[in-house]
Each structure stands twice: as C-alpha cells, then as structure tokens.
C-alpha cells in the first residue's frame, strides 16, 4: 500500500547518529552557561573618577546628565542608560556542535571583550572574555570528552 523509500534505514540511523550529538550539545551548554557564570562575577563598584579623553566625551557627558541619560553616581541595573550587562548573558545553540555565549547589550564589548576593553573597565577588574575561557578551559576539555566518549561508547556497541 505504501511506496517503498530507498535508503530509509540508512537515513534512520544517520539521524540516530545525529540525534546522539545532543549528548555533546549539552555539554557545550554547560560550558557556556559556566563561562557567563565568570562573566557575571563583576567586580566591586568603582567610585574612582573617570577622566574625560576628549572634548567632545565632555560636553556629551554633561549634554546627557542635563537630559536625564546618565546619572551620577551611577548606579548598576537602575540608573537611565543601564541596559542590565549582567542579566543580558544567555546561551544561543547555533548548531549541534557550535554554541554561543552572547551579550546584546550595545556596550559589552567595551566591558568584557578582551581587544575593545574599556582602560577603566581593565583597572576596574572586569574579567575578559578571553579570561573567561581561560577559567572554563578545563570544565571545557573535561566535560567535551566525556560527552564525546559516551557518544562514541554508543557507536561501538551498535
């Protein structure tokens, strides 16, 4: 009654196979979930005094202070212009084998990337995303071969 597919068991158990990277995806979102957890560890606040670089950072300070932008002292999570660094971190699964700790907030990079890390943030504390890998690289190495090991123990007993 039904057509016959060629090729449908050897399809299935590629699907088999790729339904076990699962395993491997999961591991990796751990991984990730514990590199944002080191991201999120922020450092105590600063009330050091920030020197303006240039002319123009000075009158938008005090153009944006007038207009309710910014406040001093700022406050982290509350004061106008905060967009929450700290809450904005989640894990983005781009694929099996490929996932993503992200921050949307338009100044991340200027807090926690290491090459575009503000000089304030750096004396501040603030960890790195590069530090932040550094920390998880063994939990990485760890928890990746295990999940790679339990995959492959699966293969080899089909």
């Given amino acids: 009654m039904f057509p016959e597919i060629k090729g449908l068991d050897g399809l299935l158990g ?3 196979k ?5 395993e491997l995806t999961g591991g990796l979102k751990l991984v990730a979930a514990h590199i944002i957890g080191i991201l999120q560890k922020h450092p105590t606040v600063s009330r050091r005094s920030q020197p303006f670089k240039t002319q123009k950072q000075r009158r938008y300070f005090f153009w944006a202070l007038r207009e309710g932008k910014i406040e001093v002292p700022y406050r982290r999570g509350s004061s106008p ?3 929450n660094l700290k809450q904005r971190w989640r894990v983005v699964v781009e694929s099996p084998t490929r ?6 907030t338009s100044y991340a990079a200027l807090v926690h990337k290491a090459g575009s ?3 304030y943030h750096k ?6 995303d590069a530090d ?13 071969r295990q999940r790679v090991d339990k ?3 699966g293969v080899a007993s089909e």
Avoid: D, H, M, Y
């Fill in 14 to 16: 590629r699907l088999a």
């Fill in 151 to 153: 995959i492959l123990a």
């Fill in 18 to 22: 790729l339904s076990q990277l699962k």
């Fill in 81 to 83: 212009g905060s967009r």
């Fill in 123 to 128: 004396t501040t504390g603030w960890p790195t």
């Fill in 99 to 104: 996932v993503v700790a992200e921050n949307n």
């Fill in 117 to 119: 890390q503000a000089f």
């Fill in 132 to 144: 932040a890998l550094r920390e998880a690289r063994p939990l990485a190495v760890t928890v990746i």
